[in-house]
Structures are given as C-alpha cells and as structure tokens.
C-alpha cells in the first residue's frame, strides 16, 4: 500500500447529522417536503447532484445554485463554532501521516474541507484535499478517489480508503481500493456492501495498528 486517502463526514467529522438537520430546515422553509429516502440518497452526493436533489425531487423552492448557497452557508456558520471533529480521528490522520501520504476524497465542499484542516492544523500534512465538486460525478461514482490517487501519483489499487456510508463504501470499492470501513453508527451501512471492505473499524483510532497489521 502506498498511500491512505479519507473520507471527511462520518470518518473524520460528525457532520452527516448537521448536514441533515440543515437541508432538512431549509427545505421545509422553502415549500419542499422531506421523504423517509433523502437522507440516504444524498449521502456522497456532490454540491450540485443534491442542491438538484433539494429542488427537483423535494420541490424546495429554489434554484439548486442558491439552494447550494443558503445550505453551505448555514454549515459554514456551524464550522465557524469548531467543525465537530470526531474523537482522535485529527490524531489518527497525523499517525498514518507518518507513513504513508494521505489525502482527503469528500462530498464537503471545498470552504468545509478547508475549515477542517485548518481547525486541526493537519494542511501540511495531508497532501491531496478534493470535493466531488471537483469531479464528475459524486459518491458512489470512483471519480473523486481516482483524481485523489492521480493527484498523489499512487495507482488507486495502491492506496487504503476509509469511508462510513454506502455511497462512499461503494465509491472507493469502485476505484478499487483497499477499503477499510468506519461504519457510521447513525446511518449504518448497507450489510451486503460492508462485507466488500477489507476490515471493519469499530473506531477510527483503530486504523494506524490495522494498516500495519
């Protein structure tokens, strides 16, 4: 294995919640409705594939531009009080760090991504940060773990990922990586797809021993 590339909500930070509870407000305030599937459907979503999602399937009244805006927004002023970083997983990073060089492959844009590293002071270590808005396609689409593994210049069955959700567990599978899963305890995971990881976390600490072992 030559590098180790992570997912950022649910892995590093405990935003999928935040993510909800703010799409979920925003839309009722502007005349969409909520369905039992959105929250699943959208998870490794890039910008634009759930800004559209909002408007067209939840019938928000709003563009997907200006739906993506007032959504980033109102996460950014939640980051502004300290993103929710996840117990150790700052310390985590700085251990894999050591060994191996590391990415970030998110569905966060970009001011998100940034907020959390500066938070954590981990920009100079981790060498790759990229949101699916800087692809193609979002999770489970590969496009975000390969452009991370090119802009590493690893070969992507080189490089770990770690991920938490189905739509990411399935993206990084795609590009065909080692998968190593934190499932995330609030949105567990589709079973038949957590078998396909090559282990099972039941905390991000785990991770640096479980790469050596």
């Known amino acids: 294995m030559d590098a180790v590339v992570f997912d950022l909500d649910g892995v590093l930070v405990d935003s999928e919640r935040m993510w909800d509870e703010v799409r979920q407000g925003i839309v009722a305030e502007h005349g969409g409705t909520w369905t039992a599937e959105a929250t699943r459907a959208q998870q490794g979503m890039s910008t634009p594939e759930w800004a559209r999602y909002l408007v067209e399937e939840l019938g928000a ?25 996840i117990t150790g997983a700052a310390e985590t990073v700085r251990a894999v760090a050591e060994r191996y060089p590391v990415a970030i492959a998110s569905s966060s844009p970009p001011v998100l991504i940034k907020a959390f590293l500066e938070a954590t002071e981990l920009i100079g270590l981790v060498r790759v940060a990229l949101s699916s808005e800087q692809v193609a396609a979002g999770k489970p689409a590969p496009d975000v773990y390969l452009e991370a593994a090119r802009q590493l210049g690893v070969e992507p069955t080189a490089c770990a990922a770690v991920e938490d959700t189905t739509n990411g567990l399935r ?10 899963a934190v499932p995330n ?14 282990k099972v976390l039941d905390d991000i600490t785990d991770l ?3 790469l050596t072992d």
């Open 61 to 85: 009244k709003l563009t997907p531009e200006r739906i993506a805006e007032v959504v980033i927004s109102a996460m950014a002023d939640r980051y502004a009080e300290g993103p929710p970083v």
């Open 185 to 198: 305890p609030h949105f567990p995971p589709d079973p038949a797809v957590l078998a396909q990881a090559a």
């Open 208 to 210: 640096p021993k479980t």
């Open 171 to 180: 993206s990084a599978l795609a590009a065909g990586m080692t998968v190593y």
